[in-house]
């Protein structure tokens, strides 16, 4: 049943959102997760905090991101990552 005839009678989907949905960096390398933002049309700038001990298995991983995993973002947001040490 349709309430609001003006919602009813569009036969266009609903406009999407600019930008992209971050995807979870957290695990992967800067090689591996760079390539993976471009071709989303990310174009932003990138701020790398100090590396922090992660163990072995972490390091030179993406230990911490920000904006977080599901996030709408713009093609020219920030993005703060911090790597394992």
């Known amino acids: 049943m349709c309430v609001n005839a003006v919602a009813c009678s569009s036969s266009e989907p609903p406009a999407e ?3 992209f949905v971050m995807p979870s960096l957290v695990g992967q390398y800067w090689t591996d997760a760079y390539p993976e933002l471009v071709n989303e ?4 700038t ?3 905090l100090p590396s922090s001990a992660a ?12 904006p977080p995993a599901g ?15």
């Open 17 to 19: 959102e600019p930008g």
């Open 46 to 48: 990138l701020e790398k």
């Open 55 to 66: 163990g072995p298995e972490n390091s030179n991983r993406i230990i911490m991101q920000d």
């Open 71 to 85: 996030t709408r973002i713009d093609s020219e947001t920030v993005i703060t990552l911090r790597f394992g040490a």
């Open 41 to 44: 049309g990310w174009s932003g």
